[in-house]
């Protein structure tokens, strides 16, 4: 274990909430959106009244995620897309993957079974093993082994397009997710959702919130499911209780506190192989693990607090803490090669006991003034963290003597299992400070112009409890950028931005030296519009990105990486969201995006990055009336695109493109209880969603059709 020291814990505690004062007194919120006292949530205001435009982020107060400050989203030099809580219900999504497909350039990388999200973000993934970083709340949220994250407690999701290291660190260059969760609410409402469909699967959540008295409110979401699966001998089970209070110390200091308590049940399912470079052979329903082996544990605590203190009409400051523990634990057979026969599969066999410890502290100050007839919206603050990440992993891997074989075609369960020997035990501490500063200059009413620099200071201590080896590293990485937006009109935004990011690279070379971070330029430039009446809005931008230091093999030792390839992407994307009049919502994006491998020891350059299709898009349309009862309806459809993508990182093999159709409907029975049908992949599509080599690809879901039952008490 490696967490903060009680002592370290207890300062960073007082520290959080030590700023004195009194929040000023706000009339009672009725609305969805969070309630104004929870000034500690890290949110994307969209700009428009409320009831406008139905798929924006509406008009709740706080910090954007995108500046860390109240701007506008039109003024900021980057392109942002917010899924709010509207569509996230119209989608009838549960999880953070099922609303990947409705924002542009946004691409699936494989996610081992359903194990945890893993994306990729204009051509860019993270982790193999854990995916790529999101936020919560503006902190770190998936560091370590997190499972697929449940929407319960979700408000709304922000895609952050383009590096985010000026504000928020270490990360790919493709862009950042922030999920905003729901806050308490200082006007009481409860609610019940009881849903069930396809694959025998079952679901119940609850949402209640309200006052406790003496300034504190408190909010609950609760969340379980059992879902059984297309594939054989696969079914999840999860649960989630997500406890949060607000307490309003007067007229200008809040105080939050939000958990998350996270248990995840599945096999680890790989997915199935290629048989002679081909796809369609094998059925899709096919599990190639051992039933046996039982499920993988995936079990997540999460703590945030944070302190928000308004110092004067002009200046705030804000202090918050976060820690989360993380396991994950189980026995997998895993397909590790398909025979010269093209029907015998061997396995390897696993068995994982991960442990990760995550705590993380920030501080900040912003404000406005004016000098030499500029106006200025600064932000300083300093961020630190300390992360501890234990692997155990006991394997066997398959050889003539030992195959541990299944036959693809008619698998046999069951049979003797191979004897495990430890394969890797390892201890990795890493510890990070930073600090950042940003400076938004109004030069003119028209003319905005942001710039930004974040400095870290990261080290990283990994020892190889089996072997008695150790690495060591430790790297300062400057992040800058630089922004300019123009206010054409009040429809029309235009701007421009170049920055940079890092992000380390674990391990060494074959010299035992530390590699040095991946590095990361980009520059975008787009334009942003909304329509008269804020309704409708839409964004286009072009974009070019470009990541070197990323690790290949080593060509002197083929058993070792060198930090020498280099990465880049470019494209073109565009969203369209919001009403189309006062019946039609619409939900729209497009996206080319050209991401290949520009220099590589091993990979020939124009080798394409694996599970990003060239072009990709979406579009979703719902319309909603009123029947002569006075109750209402919506029905809608949608169509979802993935143009053709690599099945490897070696280009051997392509996955083929796919579209899917959904067709949705719900009836708004009284002011209080909603019943909602959604049909996916209406014309049962076989699809390939994504994959990892051409031995584990993870087939798509067919035909699931879901209904849901939702009441409000109040």
Do not use: C
């Amino acid at each position: 274990m490696y967490p903060l020291a009680p002592s370290s814990l207890s300062l960073a505690l007082a520290a959080a909430f030590s700023s004195g004062g009194a929040l000023a007194q706000l009339a009672d919120n009725t609305a969805d959106a969070a309630d104004p006292r929870t000034l500690g949530a890290v949110e994307v205001r969209a700009g428009g009244a409320a009831g406008g435009n139905p798929y924006a982020a509406g008009a709740a107060a706080g910090p954007s995620a995108a500046t860390r400050t109240e701007t506008p989203l039109r003024e900021v030099p980057q392109a942002v897309r917010v899924v709010p809580r509207q569509l996230i219900e119209d989608l009838s999504a549960t999880r953070l993957d099922d609303t990947l497909d409705y924002v542009s350039g946004i691409s699936r990388q494989h996610g081992l079974g359903g194990l945890w999200d893993n994306f990729a973000v204009r051509g860019f993934a993270g982790s193999d093993e854990t995916g790529n970083a999101y936020l919560v709340n503006g902190f770190v949220g998936n560091r370590g082994y997190s499972a697929p994250r449940d929407t319960a407690n979700t408000e709304r999701i922000e895609f952050l397009k383009g590096p985010s290291a000026a504000l928020y660190g270490s990360g790919e260059p493709g862009g950042t997710v922030n999920v905003v969760t729901k806050k308490p609410r200082f006007t009481p409402g409860y609610g019940i959702e009881l849903g069930a469909g396809s694959h025998d699967r079952r679901r119940a959540a609850a949402d209640l919130t309200g006052p406790l008295g003496g300034g504190l409110a408190y909010r609950l979401n609760l969340a379980t499911e059992d879902n059984g699966s297309f594939r054989d001998f696969v079914g999840t089970r999860r649960t989630l209780v997500a406890p949060a209070l607000t307490w309003a110390l007067g007229d200008r200091t809040v105080l939050n506190y939000e958990g998350e308590f996270s248990r995840y049940r599945t096999p680890f399912d790989r997915g199935i192989p290629a048989v002679a470079g081909r796809l369609g052979g094998v059925p899709v329903s096919r599990f190639l693990g051992e039933p046996s082996d039982g499920d993988m544990a995936l079990d997540t605590r999460t703590h945030q607090f944070t302190a928000d203190h308004q110092l004067s009409d002009d200046w705030r400051l804000r202090a918050g803490v976060s820690h989360k523990d993380g396991t994950f634990d189980g026995f997998s057979s895993e397909a590790s090669g398909v025979r010269a026969d093209d029907r015998t599969v061997w396995r390897q066999r696993r068995f994982r006991d991960y442990r990760s410890h995550d705590t993380g502290l920030q501080a900040e100050i912003a404000g406005r003034f004016a000098t030499g007839g500029l106006a200025h919206d600064v932000l300083a603050g300093a961020e630190s963290y300390r992360y501890a990440l234990r692997q155990n992993l006991l394997r066997v891997n398959p050889s003539a003597a030992a195959p541990y074989a299944i036959d693809l075609y008619d698998p046999v369960y069951g049979g003797a299992q191979p004897a495990l020997r430890p394969s890797t035990d390892t201890d990795e501490h890493q510890r990070n400070n930073a600090v950042f500063l940003q400076d938004q200059i109004g030069l003119t009413a028209r003319w905005k112009l942001m710039a930004g620099v974040r400095i870290d200071r990261f080290h990283q201590d990994l020892r190889n409890l089996r072997t008695g080896g150790a690495a060591q590293q430790a790297h300062t990485a400057t992040s800058p950028r630089l922004g300019v937006t123009y206010i054409a009109s009040e429809a029309l935004s235009l701007y421009a931005s170049a920055s940079r990011s890092f992000r380390p690279n674990a391990g060494s070379d074959r010299l035992g030296n530390a590699f040095d971070p991946e590095s990361g330029r980009a520059l975008e430039t787009g334009l942003k519009w909304q329509s008269a009446d804020q309704r409708l809005a839409g964004a286009m931008a072009l974009f070019q990105i470009a990541k070197r230091n990323v690790l290949t093999t080593d060509l002197a030792d083929a058993g070792f990486s060198t930090a020498a390839g280099e990465v880049r992407s470019r494209g073109l994307e565009a969203d369209l969201a919001g009403a189309l009049d006062r019946n039609w919502r619409v939900s729209a994006n497009a996206a080319y995006t050209d991401a290949q491998v520009t220099r590589d020891a091993a990979l020939a350059p124009g080798t394409r990055l694996r599970n990003v299709p060239r072009v990709s898009g979406s579009l979703l349309l719902v319309r909603e009336d009123a029947l002569a009862d006075g109750s209402r309806y919506g029905v809608g459809g949608g169509l979802v695109h993935v143009g053709r993508r690599t099945a490897d990182v070696t280009g051997s093999l392509d996955l083929p493109a796919y579209s899917t159709v959904r067709l949705l409907g719900y009836w708004q029975a009284t002011r209080n209880a909603r019943l909602s049908l959604d049909v996916h992949n209406l014309f049962d599509k076989t699809y390939y969603a994504s994959s990892y080599s051409s031995v584990w690809i993870a087939p798509g879901a067919p035909r699931t059709v879901t209904a849901r039952l939702q009441y409000r008490f109040r």
